[in-house]
């Protein structure tokens, strides 16, 4: 095994194909392809499941990547601090949930950093996705929350993933809608009064789980339902369309604006129905980078002033 072998793997893994990794890395498809085939070859394993429409990561390679990023990441460090005149830039990623307030955070932290000495990235994605990248390294940290409803297959998942939960806060859930809707200045709102309103709800996948759900309630039997795939699309279908989604209420108004109210929601199934723990996770035994603690750091200071 060599180095040059587990970039050839990272880029394959990143690009999802043959052909583009190839020109990334200014070999032929051919030679790429007997590279990985000796690799799996020697270690014993199917790293790829290739297809007409490109590869992807098998069990065994998912766990494999996860050591060669690490292994690559400190040979990167290496070059960095011994080759004259390198260039490298510090890594550091999140991968999130749609918060604005882990947006907040990321901006917060980049604002102290000389952005020219670092390579940061910020992913608002899917539940399986935040999931996938730490696992995978790819994010350092990932953002998302637990419920009484989610809690157990979560914890399974988290655990096969070699991940773990680090609890940040325990919030109620709110209705999150613009100002000009009906109900924006209720007091509090129930499901009943909903009914003639569309949940909005963020995409998951084709074949996602309810427990990967983002908003409180998957289950529910709404009459009306639309899904997005960005913060910035659900809050014009808010506006156009007054739809609401259900959420933790932690929202960032340097971000999202103040033309939208956070409504508490009175759920008629029980008061532990609307408690969201929100929290980060990382890869178990993780320790965190410098980066890593000043992200986590400033999440909690955000927080701490809700």
Known sequence: MTLIQLKYILTIAET?????????????????????????KEIGITIFFRSGRGVTLTNDGVEFLTYARELYHEYEQLLHRYTEGSSYKKKFAVSTQHYSFAVKAFVDVAKTLDMSQYELAI??????????DVST????????????????????LLNSANLEFHPLIECDAYVYLWKGHPLAEEACITMKQLENYPCLAFEQGDNSSFYLSEELLPTN?????IHANDRATMLNLMVGLNGYTLCSGLICED????????????????PEENKMEVGYVTRKNLILSKLGEMYVNALKEYLKTE
């Open 16 to 40: 999802k194909s043959l052909n583009k990794a190839a020109e990334q890395l200014y070999v032929s498809q051919p030679s790429l392809t007997n590279a990985l085939k000796e690799l799996e």
């Open 123 to 132: 992913r608002e994605t899917k539940t399986a996705e935040v999931i996938m």
């Open 137 to 156: 390294m790819k994010s350092e940290i990932g953002v998302l929350y637990l419920s009484d409803f989610n809690r157990k297959s979560m914890e399974k």
């Open 221 to 225: 039997e709404y009459s009306q339902i």
């Open 255 to 270: 971000l999202n604006g103040n033309d939208y109210r956070a409504v508490p929601f009175k759920n008629s199934e029980g």
